[in-house]
């Protein structure tokens, strides 16, 4: 099998790159996992973040957003599973890093995209919830 040319996808790995792609998958990715890449995101913009944990959030994120995939998204239900967990992973390692401005930024981008109910389910990120699986 051949690789793609990543070069056609760098592009891709800019900040308007980001949110495009979140914006295209948010309703099929649900609120859960927008809300744990726009928490990096966002994180990732502070000066207060270490090289190391940097480096943390760049790799999940360029796994959000990279063409290649573990788990192809077009899967239905699989599909994003495995860019949830990779986001989650980054995000329990940067975590006290993440301040309240931090998650007003977050929540305020996040609520351009779902109603209310739906913001509530990313309330509790490491908690498993059986009905919160991207489709």
């Known amino acids: 099998m051949e690789l793609p040319d990543l070069q056609k996808y760098k592009d891709k790995f800019t900040q308007q790159g980001f949110f ?3 914006q295209r998958i948010a309703k099929r990715a649900g609120a859960k996992l927008v809300y744990v890449a726009l928490l990096l995101y966002y994180l990732l913009q502070s000066d207060k ?3 190391k944990d940097k480096a ?3 790799g999940a994120l360029g796994y959000l957003i990279s063409p290649l995939d573990i788990v192809p998204d077009a899967i ?3 599909g994003l599973t495995d860019d949830l967990t ?3 992973y980054a ?3 940067v975590w006290t890093s993440i301040d309240d401005d ?3 930024q977050a929540q305020d981008k996040l609520s351009k995209w779902f109603d209310d ?3 509530n389910i990313a309330e509790d990120l490491f908690a498993e919830d059986a009905t919160d699986n991207p489709v």
Do not use: F, G, T, Y
Request: avoid cysteine; glycine fraction near 0%; aromatic fraction near 0%.
């Open 20 to 22: 495009d792609k979140i």
């Open 49 to 51: 973040v270490s090289l």
């Open 56 to 58: 943390i959030i760049i």
């Open 76 to 78: 239905p239900i699989a």
């Open 86 to 88: 990779v986001l989650l």
């Open 91 to 93: 995000l329990n390692k």
């Open 102 to 104: 931090i998650k007003k």
């Open 117 to 119: 109910d739906e913001m």
